[in-house]
C-alpha cells in the first residue's frame, strides 16, 4: 500500500474551507484539469458520488463527512476507474490555526496500477495540491 499526503497553510478561515471540502459536488470546478462532472447524492456517509473524466467515470463511496472532526473520507469504488490505481481511499482534513488561518490535508492510500509508483505519487501529489489551491481560492472569495 502506497501512502501520500499533502499538507497545505492558508489565510483562510477553516469553516469556509471546510464548507467547500464537506459539499463534496463540484470537484470539477475544483480539479478542471482532471474532473470534467461531477455528481452525488447527498454528502453524508454513504452516499455515492460520480466524477467523470474524458477517460470515463470515477465511481466513490463518501465514507465520513464529520463537522465537528472537519474531516472527509472516501474511495474509489470501480476497479476500471481512469486512474492508475487501486484500492484508494482519501481523506482531506481541515484544522483551524487561528481565527483566519486554516491547515488542509489531503491524504490517501492505494494501490498503484499501469504506472511505476514514483510517477502516481507525483501525479497524485500535483493534481491534490491544485485541488486544494483551488478550495482555498473559492473558500477566500466566498
Not at 500500500?1 to 463534496?24: C, F, G, L
Not at 470501480?78 to 490535508?105: F, H, Q, W
Not at 482555498?136 to 466566498?142: G, I, L, R, T, V
Given at each position: 500500500?502506497?501512502?501520500?499526503?499533502?499538507?497545505?497553510?492558508?489565510?483562510?478561515?477553516?469553516?469556509?474551507?471546510?464548507?467547500?471540502?464537506?459539499?463534496?459536488?463540484?470537484?470539477?470546478?475544483?480539479?478542471?484539469?482532471?474532473?470534467?462532472?461531477?455528481?452525488?447524492?447527498?454528502?453524508?456517509?454513504?452516499?455515492?458520488?460520480?466524477?467523470?473524466?474524458?477517460?470515463?467515470?470515477?465511481?466513490?463511496t463518501i465514507l465520513v463527512n464529520n463537522d465537528?472532526?472537519?474531516?472527509?473520507?472516501?474511495?474509489?469504488?470501480?476497479?476500471?476507474?481512469?486512474?492508475?490505481?487501486?484500492?484508494?481511499?482519501?481523506?482531506?482534513?481541515?484544522?483551524?490555526?487561528?481565527?483566519?488561518?486554516?491547515?488542509?490535508?489531503?491524504a490517501a492510500s492505494f494501490e498503484p496500477k499501469?504506472?511505476?509508483?514514483?510517477?502516481?505519487?507525483?501525479?497524485?501529489?500535483?493534481?491534490?495540491g491544485g485541488l486544494m489551491d483551488n478550495i482555498?481560492?473559492?473558500?477566500?472569495?466566498?
Open positions: 500500500m502506497t501512502n501520500i499526503s499533502v499538507t497545505k497553510k492558508y489565510n483562510t478561515e477553516a469553516s469556509k474551507i471546510w464548507t467547500i471540502v464537506s459539499r463534496a459536488d463540484s470537484m470539477d470546478k475544483y480539479l478542471p484539469s482532471m474532473i470534467t462532472a461531477c455528481k452525488i447524492d447527498d454528502n453524508k456517509a454513504g452516499s455515492k458520488r460520480v466524477c467523470s473524466t474524458e477517460q470515463g467515470d470515477i465511481h466513490e465537528e472532526e472537519m474531516k472527509f473520507q472516501y474511495s474509489i469504488d470501480n476497479e476500471d476507474a481512469p486512474l492508475p490505481v487501486k484500492g484508494y481511499i482519501g481523506t482531506a482534513t481541515v484544522k483551524k490555526i487561528t481565527d483566519s488561518e486554516a491547515e488542509l490535508s489531503w499501469g504506472m511505476p509508483e514514483t510517477e502516481v505519487v507525483g501525479m497524485l501529489e500535483a493534481a491534490l482555498n481560492a473559492a473558500a477566500q472569495a466566498a
